[in-house]
């Protein structure tokens, strides 16, 4: 049973506007949340993280956002580049300092 | 970037046969761990390392076994190799530090491909 999970397999989005890319978790012991983008033939690289006792944090152009009585967590890129075409994973940490990842979305972002 | 090494980046073997996929960190990294990336799945678990000799089994295991002799490298290793195992492989390192997410620092993978 999967404990966090993207139900977006894909986005598409125009560049400059805003990309809004989602993710569900089930475990309320999570304590961190964090985003890793990928691109073709390359490992995750980490993008943002927000402890579980804040609902914000934002870097730049990337802002997520957690919301914990609905198990929910969004990453907002604004304005979206077509760099900021890949797949994004989001991430839950467990004890042990484990990552548990969802399946990921893919933006493509069309200039 | 993180000084992550895997290697071999590129595989191909047969059904039965036994592969070891080497992940070496220059980073002194505490936490080490060996994920697969397959299509619907994202990124699973298969085990990971807390230092050196301590080691602990993930979501996906079965079929896998690890070692960690020294802090910079973790083997893992398909004792009999099945089609099922064909897929991309991450070795990822981390080191926690109090009130940090802890995040993880990701090799180029192996892409492993059984026949």
């Known amino acids: 049973d999967q404990q966090v999970k993207q139900n977006s397999p894909s986005l598409s989005v125009q560049e400059g506007r805003i990309s809004i890319l989602n993710c569900d978790y089930t475990n309320s012991m999570f304590d961190y949340f964090l985003w890793y983008k990928k691109y073709p033939a390359e490992g995750p690289t980490f993008l943002i993280s927000?402890?579980?006792?804040?609902d914000k944090n934002e870097d730049g152009r990337f802002t997520v956002f957690l919301n914990k009585s609905a198990k929910h967590l969004s990453l907002h890129i604004v304005p979206s580049q077509p760099g900021d075409s890949a797949v994004y994973f989001c991430a839950a940490r467990e004890y042990g300092n484990k990552l548990v990842f969802g399946a990921g979305t893919i933006l493509r972002v069309k200039s | 970037d993180a000084g992550i090494t895997q290697s071999p980046r590129h595989k191909v073997t047969e059904t039965g046969t036994p592969v070891t996929l080497r992940c070496h960190q220059t980073?002194?990294?505490?936490?080490m761990y060996w994920y697969r990336q397959d299509p619907g799945h994202g990124l699973r678990l298969i085990h990971y390392s807390y230092g050196v000799k301590d080691t602990d089994k993930g979501e996906v295991s079965d079929g896998y076994s690890v070692s960690r002799s020294k802090t910079e490298d973790f083997l893992l290793t398909l004792e009999s190799a099945t089609s099922s195992q064909t897929s991309v492989y991450f070795c990822?390192?981390?080191?926690?530090?109090?009130?940090?997410?802890?995040?993880?620092?990701f090799g180029e993978g192996s892409r492993l491909t059984v026949l």
């Open positions: 990822a390192i981390s080191e926690t530090t109090s009130g940090s997410a802890g995040e993880l620092f």
């Open positions: 927000i402890s579980s006792i804040k």
């Open positions: 980073e002194n990294h505490r936490y």
